[in-house]
């Protein structure tokens, strides 16, 4: 079993930064990916961006380019997205996910393991 512990979660106004964490137990698969959704009160659950762990290849939504980076620290089996010039619209709850052999890095249905989520609040 997987274990995903997300971090850095918290509130801001619009505008600043928060740098979101998420350390594995363990990576699971050899064709490793790992992902950051978020899901808002009755909204669907959607993809943010997601890194490949082995080649460090990267997906974000179109919604967040230009304003989030996912990172990887290979020798902690840690991810971070580091998120800048927030907006409200951004407030949700955000989940690490961990997948093998992800073709469609924004499906959730991809992933196998989820961490609990921490939460993201941007006020205006």
């Known amino acids: 079993q997987v274990e995903l512990v997300e971090s850095g979660g918290g509130s801001v106004q619009a505008g600043g930064s928060l740098r979101l964490s998420c350390t594995a137990s363990?990576?699971?698969?050899?064709?490793?990916?790992m992902g950051w959704f978020r899901q808002a009160p009755g909204k669907k659950r959607e993809g943010v961006a997601s890194?490949?762990?082995?080649?460090?290849?990267?997906y974000y939504a179109d919604s967040v380019k230009g304003r989030f980076t996912i990172s990887q620290d290979k020798s902690k089996n840690t991810v971070y997205l580091e998120m800048n010039n927030l907006k409200p619209e951004d407030t949700a709850m955000y989940y690490c996910?961990?997948?093998?052999?992800?073709?469609?890095?924004?499906?959730?249905?991809?992933?196998?393991?989820w961490g609990q989520g921490t939460q993201v609040t941007v006020s205006s």
């Open positions: 996910a961990q997948g093998g052999y992800v073709a469609v890095p924004d499906i959730a249905s991809e992933y196998s393991y």
């Open positions: 890194i490949y762990t082995s080649d460090g290849r990267t």
């Open positions: 363990t990576y699971t698969y050899s064709n490793n990916c």
